[in-house]
Each structure stands twice: as structure tokens, then as C-alpha cells.
């Protein structure tokens, strides 16, 4: 089964920390798919498979590659460039999480909650207190993937007012959960963007440096944005809630804004890169972190729109529905693309007895 996936040694060696942004992009096109567009709920309906079983496989690939590669995947965790790129399992279980519910299967997401919060407390505890007290942090280590912290703690704000709809017994528990995650993820949202923009301003920029997680500068806000919307339509909002109802409407708005005005800029910035840049187009796992903040975009719009006077923002979200799903088949035929050609220049195995012995005198290893 590995040979025909051609996942090879190398391949588990050198797997990207991110890749669980594949279930998340995946997961939340499906969730857009089925929120504004009933007649395409049959595509939604596939989406969320191939992003469950995505996840399973996934999994299976994380744990072989620290058995078998653990090196790796400790020099992974003390990298800050590519460390923050494993809180994508946190985003990607809640995301399936979320997906789930609308699909009927509440004890699936509870599960996925709580592999989701697990990973978070350990990600987030574990690699803060490494980066404080370990070497200083490069400057140029700073990059967008450490903007998807900030998606899992809002990944879990939003499955935890998502359950609050399904577990009245437990409701003022979720959103009391929904609210604290959401203002840990609008702090450090504030924190992160800053350096970031510091980093991008103020520091050499190269076309190899502007890579896809940028994207979620915008990501963020759009999932800050959705796990807000959540909470300010629950009815009727618990007295918390209500009292701190104009402030988290007025937060969401201004990130709806800021998000929404990073789209031109990283469209432009995508062009410098491939068009002046010089970079070759190619498949990478990081292209799954453009996938997720635009499907985010099209869910936290919509969503949004039901808060009372933001009506009008409602054709926006239907309108990124479809630039989502576009960029989601993209970024899939990409890979398949890359796949099939990796598959096509892959020598031939030799038969055994065609296998030519190797020389006594020869000191190279045989292939």
C-alpha cells in the first residue's frame, strides 16, 4: 500500500509539518459548500470523506515519521519556522469537528474536540516555554504559519460554540469556552502581526521568502471573524455573552475589514512571486494554507452576515464559496498532477535475476 502511495523513507524523512492544512482547507470548502449552496451538499458531502479519510492517513504518516525519523521531527519542533506549521492538527480536528456536526454525528466531534484541545495544550504549552527559554528566535524565522496558532485557538472557540447548539446541559460551559479561546486568539493574533508586518517591512523580502501561509494573515481574521459570528447568533446569548455582545461584534467587524483587504495585497504579492520572482509553479502542501483561508472567508462571511445589519456582506460569502472550491481543485490537481509525473519518471524496478552484482572493488552502496 506505501509503494503504491509512493510514500518512500524520503518522503516520511522530509514530511511537511503543515500538511494537516489539507484537512483543514478541505473540511471547511465542504462547510461552506453546505452552508450556502444546498444544491452542491452531494460535492460537500465528498469533500468531507476525502478530508476524513485525509486525516486518518495523515495521522498514520505523523506517528511512523517520529518512530522512524525522530531526529526529524524533534529539529521540526525546535524550528520556530516550520514548529508552529503542527497546530494545524489542532485546526484540522476542530474543522473536521465542525464539519461533522453538520453532518449529524456529534460523538464523532466531541472526539475530534478533544484529540483538538489536546494537541493545543501540548503545541502551544510545550513550544512557547521552548522558544523563551531555549536560543533567541531568528528574525527570519518569523512567517505566516505562526498565524495558525492563532487558527487552532480559534478553531476551538468555534467547535465550542458549535456544541453549545447540541449539549444544552453543558451550554454556558461552551460558550464560556467559545469566549476565552476567542479573545486568547484575537491577543495573539494583535502580537503575531506585528512582527509579521515588521518582518515584511522592514526586513529583506525575496520571492522564495513570500510563501502560501502568508495567506493566513487573512486566514486568521476570517476564522476570528466565524468563531465571533457563532457566538453573537446563539440564541439567546447567556448574560455574559450579552453583556460583551457590542464589543465582540465591533472586534469582528474591524478583522472582517482587515482580512478583507489583505486579499488584493496577497494576490499581488502571488503575482510578484511567480511573475517577477521567477518561482516555478509547483505542488507543496504549503499551497493547502491559500485553500483554507479563502474557503474561511466565503463560512466567516456568511456567517457574519446573519448579525443583525451585516446583511449586506452576504453576496460576498456566496461569492468566495466558489473561489474556495476553485482553489481547492487546483491545489488537488496540482498534486495529482505532480503525483503522476513522479510515478511516470520513477525508473523501473529490474527483475531480481536482471540485477547486476556489484563490483568487489566498488565502495558504492547499491540502489
Known sequence: MITRLAVTPDHLRTLYPGYFALVMGTEIVSTALWLGAPGWRSISTALWFIGGVAYLILWVLYVARAWRFPEATRRDLADPA??????????????????????????????????????????????????????????????????????????????????????????????????????????????FIGLILDRLFFRPVTAEDLTPPYWINMGATAITVLAAARLLILPPPPTLLATLHPFVTGIALVLWAWGSAWIPLLVLLGGWKYLVGRERLAYHPAEWSIVFPLGMYATATMTFSQVPGARLLAPIGHIFIWVGLLAWCLVAGLGVAEWSLRRVRQPAATPPQERPRPSPSSHRRAP
Open 82 to 191: 516550520r514548529a508552529f506549521g503542527y497546530f494545524t492538527i489542532t485546526a484540522g480536528s476542530n474543522v473536521l469537528a465542525v464539519r461533522s456536526l453538520l453532518g449529524g454525528w456529534p460523538a464523532i466531534a466531541m472526539g475530534l474536540g478533544a484529540v483538538g484541545i489536546g494537541m493545543w495544550v501540548v503545541l502551544f504549552y510545550g513550544l512557547f516555554t521552548q522558544f523563551i527559554v531555549g536560543e533567541t528566535v531568528a528574525f527570519t524565522a518569523i512567517n505566516g504559519a505562526w498565524l495558525i496558532a492563532v487558527v487552532a485557538e480559534q478553531s476551538v472557540s468555534t467547535l465550542a460554540s458549535a456544541l453549545a447548539l447540541y449539549d444544552s446541559l453543558h451550554r454556558e460551559l461552551f460558550v464560556l469556552v467559545a469566549l476565552v479561546f476567542w479573545a486568547l486568539g484575537v491577543v495573539l493574533y494583535l502580537l
